[in-house]
């Protein structure tokens, strides 16, 4: 799955990938995106995930919890 060019103004949490422990989400790309959220993302259950120039401004920090993850990749993400 390829994610790219999004911009997204006063969403919830910009990221919410939960896959089941026994079938994880797999191979996510999300590249040139910014987001501008209030809550903390979250990502569990998920393998193989690459964030590329991946902007989140956040009210909550750390703006992005991981669980339960597998081969993640963070390719500059700017978190404010």
Request: glycine share 2%; net charge negative; charged share 20%.
């Amino acid at each position: 799955i390829n994610i790219s060019d999004v911009i997204c103004h006063g969403c919830k949490s910009a990221i919410l990938l939960n896959g089941l422990p026994e079938k994880p989400i797999e191979n996510i790309l999300l590249s040139n995106c910014f987001f501008d959220s209030k809550n903390v993302s979250f990502v569990r259950n998920v393998s193989h995930l690459k964030l590329e120039e991946v902007q989140i401004k956040s009210d909550s920090y750390p703006c992005i919890c991981y669980s339960d993850t597998i081969d993640v990749e963070v390719f500059p993400v700017n978190e404010r």
